[in-house]
């Protein structure tokens, strides 16, 4: 039989799958595509550099013995790597590593002029006055790798980061943007690369701040007429995380400022970490430059986490706290709060809390209750305010304008989808939903519902409103 890339690609892949792990398959070779043979040469397409980097650190041996055996001695493996988003579109490794070589610049020759005069460095973590060069991490040792549990919603960024922790600043992850809803991670991640760090390169200055913060200092650098001052501090950091990003927003000094920053460290082959709660894509108000830079190195997603990597969280939270719950009830609280790992801890906390309090047991009884209470106390009201305001900025319209009279056909698609929303989230009245936007009757609202029901059936383009709008409306 004649051999294709495809054929080839599958017996290795059958060889690789015998002797790797299960989840380490999935993550690592699936995502590959053969794409041609040339002789005896395998070209395969990898989602971005990172897996090619991971790929050769980690399988390459077995990769080898699998190719020898398809195509002899001759065999030669070479990888194209994807300039776009892939990956299923869940996770966008967004690829474009600049082409100066970071490694090769001297760095010690770069910040010596400034390490020789400290004193001439104003650091905006010490109190004025107290004049100490030592730059306190921020970091706090209790978000580690170890209790960052791994799943499918967070290997990828969880791997990230671990072959970051290992070589700083020598990698192409530079930056590394995690990225992800509230409570999922962001922040313990960020920390655990950074105490990683500490631990395997005790003499390289690692600082943590949240984006809050350092826009905080920077405003009061300008204050102070320090802004130089301000710059170069942040310029003698070897790794610098900067959670929460989205912060920025908006903040066209802040945004400037960290650019600069920015690519100084970058020429340097400093590290950068950054978390925001959104994908580059989606951020507003950041200067495109800013963007850009972002997109250098690698977005990896933490997503909601599934019913298994909620069990494992739930127990390694058990066990830290030397507290034993029958196997029911822990399935019964992952099964019920799905939305985050904050929700999750809050919720087997309250109920430790509940049964130490009453001197009861835990009963499944005992757990449905508090999780019940739980859950529809974190979850957020919607109000129809709300909902209209998320549906005229999604169309791009005033709320007024969403309300108005007009048969305008797209502003009448717009009203109609506000309603089904507020027949969906709230427990309002069909009579109090049409009130509330544009004074209509609740036949309106029946009709409106009933429309989008069908539309989102029928019509593709509709189907995305539909289901974009749930997602920002659930998130
Ligand atoms: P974010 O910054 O994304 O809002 P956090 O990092 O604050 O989220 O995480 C919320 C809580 O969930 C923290 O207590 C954190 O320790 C916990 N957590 C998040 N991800 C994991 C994980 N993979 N394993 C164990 N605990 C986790
Ligand atoms: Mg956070």
Request: hydrophobic share 30%; no cysteine.
């Given at each position: 039989m004649q051999q294709t890339a495809e054929t080839v690609w599958g017996s290795c892949l059958d060889f690789v799958q015998d002797n790797i792990q299960k989840q380490a398959f999935k993550t690592w070779f699936m995502p590959i595509v053969p794409v041609k043979l040339n002789g005896a040469a395998l070209s395969i397409q990898v989602p971005s550099k990172f897996f090619y980097e991971w790929i050769e650190e980690h399988y390459i041996k077995i990769l080898k013995v699998a190719l020898t055996k398809e195509l002899g001695d001759e065999a030669r493996l070479v990888y194209i790597i994807k300039m776009e988003n892939t990956y299923g579109n869940k996770l966008p490794f967004t690829e474009k590593i600049p082409?100066?070589?970071?490694?090769?610049?001297d760095i010690q020759s770069v910040d010596a002029p400034l390490r020789n005069h400290p004193s001439e460095l104003k650091n905006p973590f010490v109190i004025p006055g107290i004049r100490n060069l030592k730059i306190e991490s921020q970091l706090n040792p209790s978000y580690n790798f170890e209790n960052f549990l791994e799943g499918d919603s967070n290997r990828l960024a969880r791997s990230a980061g671990m072959a970051v922790a290992n070589r700083p600043g020598g990698t192409?992850?530079?930056?590394?943007l995690v990225f992800g809803g509230v409570g999922l991670g962001k922040t313990h991640l960020a920390h655990a690369i950074g105490v990683d760090i500490k631990e395997k390169y005790p003499e390289k200055t690692v600082l943590y701040i949240s984006a809050e913060k350092f826009t905080q200092q920077y405003i009061e650098a300008i204050k102070k007429n320090n802004r130089n001052d301000f710059i170069h501090f942040y310029q003698l950091i070897d790794v610098l995380i900067i959670d929460d990003?989205?912060?920025?927003?908006?903040?066209s000094g802040t945004q400037d400022v960290f650019f600069h920053v920015f690519n100084h460290l970058h020429q340097n082959g400093k590290q950068v970490i950054l978390t925001s709660d959104k994908a580059p894509v989606d951020m507003?108000?950041?200067?495109q430059r800013l963007l850009s830079r972002f997109k250098w190195g690698l977005s990896a997603e933490l997503q909601r986490p599934d019913y298994e990597t909620r069990v494992s969280i739930l127990k390694n939270k058990l066990y830290r706290d030397g507290v034993e719950l029958p196997e029911e009830i822990i399935s019964y609280v992952a099964k019920s709060v799905k939305t985050n790992i904050r929700e999750l801890e809050g919720a087997i906390i309250s109920l430790i809390a509940q049964s130490s309090f009453n001197k009861h047991e835990v009963t499944l009884e005992l757990a449905k209750q508090v999780v019940e209470k739980f859950v529809r106390n974190t979850k957020r009201e919607i109000s129809i305010d709300y909902i209209q305001k998320v549906v005229s900025d999604y169309f791009q319209m005033d709320v007024t304008t969403l309300q108005s009279k007009t048969r305008k056909r797209h502003i009448v698609q717009a009203r109609q989808l506000a309603m089904f929303f507020a027949k969906k989230f709230t427990k309002s009245s069909l009579a109090n939903i049409g009130n509330q936007i544009g004074h209509r009757d609740h036949a309106t609202v029946l009709h409106a519902c009933k429309t989008v029901d069908n539309l989102a059936f029928t019509d593709k383009q509709f189907r995305k409103y539909v289901e974009d709008l749930t997602k920002k409306l659930s998130s």
């Open positions: 082409s100066k070589n970071r490694n090769g610049i192409s992850f530079n930056p590394l990003v989205q912060f920025f927003s908006g903040k507003q108000d950041i200067e």
